[in-house]
């Protein structure tokens, strides 16, 4: 039997229409978007453009349900409601590694089981990450895989309006982990509206379904002993290892996010679910932030190929 395969080289420069915008036509079209597309340029070398980049940045406000517990203010569970800003920025090109930049701020109001005392929580969280990328094909579709690093720190406050001795506690730590994350496009593609995934991608899809995890693997965490008041520490100078080391033993925590970017009225919006379980037990003490929130917000997409 033979078998003929179809490849097409198209031109990057044409005259009615230049050679994304043919290739974005050809995968729009169910009956020829398994055809492979090569783009041929006539560029000099001496002229010749670096690879495209992009700085992907999203805002986010979010709103959702927080359980916080903090032995060293009450051994009581507070439930109540928190509040989430969300910024992330991903910087990439056509190489196969993105470098993440996050900024997480949150505030938390919650009451006790009786509802006659109240804890306000409030913090903020900087991660800085490394991923390699992997392009995967699922059918007609690319599924874009992303693993790698992260540094992690956090600086926040829990207080308690009932407790008169410590009615305060503060909370600092730095770990780093592994983080994961995965792009998923949906529906068919075309060139001029829609999301796309990667740098330089002709096809833009209706929606784009995003994926990210990360957890602490090791670190450092302040922390007083039970009992211990902070101006035993700090005025007294009694210290009692209050620095300490953390593995996932000693703080089980992870976090989650799963969105779907869209395009509406000329932006690119994205909207989903952020989960976060902050746990700690260290120093005779535990503590948890568990939080679900629903999280809405814009991204913008920042493309420019650099000159030699």
């Known amino acids: 039997m033979n078998i003929i395969r179809t490849i097409l080289a ?18 729009s079209n169910i009956n020829i978007s398994h055809v492979p597309v090569i783009l041929l340029t006539a560029t000099p070398p ?19 349900h927080t359980n916080i517990l903090d032995t060293y203010l009450s051994p009581e569970k507070y439930n109540g409601i928190n509040l989430t800003l969300v910024s992330h920025t ?50 007609r579709r690319t599924l874009r895989v992303m693993a790698g690093g992260a540094v992690n720190t956090n600086l926040g406050f829990v207080y308690n309006t009932r407790n008169g001795n410590n009615p305060a506690n503060a909370r600092l730590s730095l770990d780093i982990g592994p983080a994961v994350a995965f792009d998923l496009p949906l529906g068919a593609p075309g060139h001029f509206r829609g999301v796309s995934i990667s740098p330089g991608d002709c096809a833009h899809y209706p929606a784009v379904i995003r994926y ?21 520490i700090f005025t007294q100078g009694n210290y009692d290892h209050n620095v300490v080391p953390t593995t996932i033993g000693s703080t ?8 779907v970017d869209f395009r509406l009225a000329r932006t690119t919006w994205r909207i989903g679910y952020l989960g976060t379980i902050e746990q700690a037990h260290v120093n005779n003490l535990k503590q948890h932030t568990y939080t679900h929130s629903l999280v809405i917000g814009f991204v913008k997409k920042f493309n420019w190929k650099p000159i030699r």
């Open 212 to 232: 990210e995890a990360s957890a602490p693997l090791a670190g450092l965490m302040f922390s007083p002993n039970y009992g211990q008041t902070y101006y035993e």
């Open 10 to 27: 198209v031109a990057v420069i044409m005259e009615e229409m230049d050679g994304f915008e043919l290739c974005g036509k050809i995968k």
């Open 90 to 139: 991903m910087r990439e090109n056509a190489s196969s590694w993105a470098r993440t930049i996050h900024h997480e701020g949150n505030i938390a109001f919650a009451d006790n089981r009786s509802g006659n005392g109240g804890e306000m929580a409030g913090s903020y969280t900087f991660r800085y990450g490394v991923l390699h990328k992997w392009r995967l094909g699922i059918g």
């Open 252 to 259: 089980p925590s992870f976090r989650q996010m799963l969105t």
């Open 46 to 64: 001496a002229k010749a453009e670096s690879p495209e980049k992009r700085k992907t940045t999203s805002l986010l406000l979010g709103v959702g």
